[in-house]
């Protein structure tokens, strides 16, 4: 086989490699979750709103060709309608679209005034109706996967959705609300497009290190599994739910070590 010809079959391969798109690709989640596609063999765009330089340096680090940064502020719907046609310019296509950005802040459960109406319409505007406005935008190349079975959506939500504990009451009624619009956008976009919530327990990152430390014991302690979720296992789930999962559609997928249970 001549030089030519090795150089357009290994063009074609890259062209046919997946694409996926992570809104907060830059943010703790978001980094360990690109890394996993990336090793897929997929080309991975970073969805960014703050932290464009971290996306940036995440696209340079990740294994094999064809990721990109690119803008995804998931409050801006406007921005989001440029983000597709961007994403549509560079690869033509979506098959995977994993929502991973979020917003909370720790408040106790009982003090309702310090959940005040700012923090409220970020973690509504950002956790629910940027999920819906996201997949909403990337509708029509989602639609246009090749791969077999179609496109996936994957929604990272939170055990909190359930349990009605975490960081804060709205933080946990936007998680609900997250893994309910699951179940109405898995029905309203089969048999093309997949859509599952991933719903991690604790997970031991940057974030969560930042908590106190005797509420940290705890959720430990309550944890049949005696331990935090490790950030490899929530990106492991994700490529499960797109790869092997292949007959889920509209499943809330705990990834816990059983939370709920104690
Ligand atoms: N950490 C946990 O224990 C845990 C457990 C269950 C579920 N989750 C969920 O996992 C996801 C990731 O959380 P994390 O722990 O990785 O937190 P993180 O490090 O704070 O990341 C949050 C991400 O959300 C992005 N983001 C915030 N506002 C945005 C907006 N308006 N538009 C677009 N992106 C926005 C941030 O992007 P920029 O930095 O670019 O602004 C950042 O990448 C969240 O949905 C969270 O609710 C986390």
Same mark, same amino acid.
């Given at each position: 086989?001549?030089?030519?010809?090795?150089?357009?079959?290994?063009?074609?391969?890259?062209?046919?490699?997946?694409?996926?798109?992570?809104?907060?690709?830059?943010?703790?989640?978001?980094?360990?979750?690109?890394?996993?596609?990336?090793?897929?063999?997929?080309?991975?765009?970073? =969805?960014?709103?703050?932290? =464009? #330089?971290?996306?940036?340096? !995440?696209?340079?680090?990740?294994?094999?060709?064809?990721?990109?940064?690119?803008?995804?502020?998931?409050?801006?719907?406007?921005?989001?309608?440029?983000?597709?046609?961007?994403?549509?310019?560079?690869?033509?296509?979506?098959?995977? !679209?994993?929502?991973?950005? =979020?917003?909370?802040?720790?408040?106790?459960?009982?003090?309702?005034?310090?959940?005040?109406?700012?923090?409220?319409?970020?973690?509504?505007?950002?956790?629910?109706?940027?999920?819906?406005?996201?997949?909403?935008?990337?509708?029509?190349? !989602?639609?246009?996967?090749?791969?077999?079975?179609?496109?996936?959506?994957?929604?990272?939500?939170?055990?909190?959705?359930?349990?009605?504990?975490?960081?804060?009451?709205?933080?946990?009624?936007?998680?609900?609300?997250?893994?309910?619009?699951?179940?109405?956008?898995?029905?309203? !976009?089969?048999?093309?497009?997949?859509?599952?919530?991933?719903?991690? =327990?604790?997970?031991?990152?940057?974030?969560?290190?930042?908590?106190?430390?005797?509420?940290?014991?705890?959720?430990?302690?309550?944890?049949?599994?005696?331990?935090?979720?490790?950030?490899? #296992?929530?990106?492991?789930?994700?490529?499960?739910?797109?790869?092997?999962?292949?007959?889920?559609?509209?499943?809330?997928?705990?990834?816990?070590?059983?939370?709920?249970?104690?």
């Amino acid at each position: 086989m001549g030089a030519s010809s090795k150089k357009q079959d290994s063009e074609k391969a890259s062209t046919e490699r997946p694409v996926a798109v992570v809104t907060g690709g830059a943010g703790s989640m978001g980094t360990i979750i690109c890394g996993a596609l990336a090793r897929e063999g997929m080309r991975v765009a970073v =969805g960014y709103n703050r932290s =464009g #330089e971290k996306a940036k340096k !995440l696209v340079a680090s990740l294994p094999g060709e064809g990721h990109a940064a690119i803008a995804a502020p998931v409050t801006d719907s406007p921005a989001l309608a440029a983000m597709a046609v961007e994403v549509s310019k560079r690869y033509g296509v979506c098959d995977v !679209l994993v929502n991973c950005a =979020g917003v909370t802040r720790f408040v106790p459960h009982g003090d309702l005034d310090s959940l005040d109406d700012d923090l409220i319409e970020n973690i509504l505007s950002t956790n629910v109706r940027g999920v819906f406005a996201t997949v909403r935008a990337m509708r029509a190349l !989602l639609d246009k996967s090749k791969q077999a079975g179609g496109a996936v959506i994957v929604n990272i939500s939170s055990i909190a959705a359930v349990t009605a504990m975490g960081s804060n009451v709205m933080y946990c009624a936007s998680k609900a609300a997250v893994d309910n619009m699951t179940k109405s956008l898995a029905r309203a !976009l089969a048999p093309r497009i997949r859509v599952i919530s991933i719903s991690p =327990g604790v997970v031991d990152n940057d974030f969560i290190r930042s908590m106190d430390k005797k509420w940290l014991e705890e959720q430990v302690a309550r944890t049949p599994l005696k331990r935090l979720a490790a950030p490899d #296992e929530v990106a492991a789930s994700v490529i499960a739910a797109i790869k092997h999962l292949t007959f889920t559609t509209g499943g809330i997928i705990p990834v816990d070590g059983g939370r709920p249970l104690s």
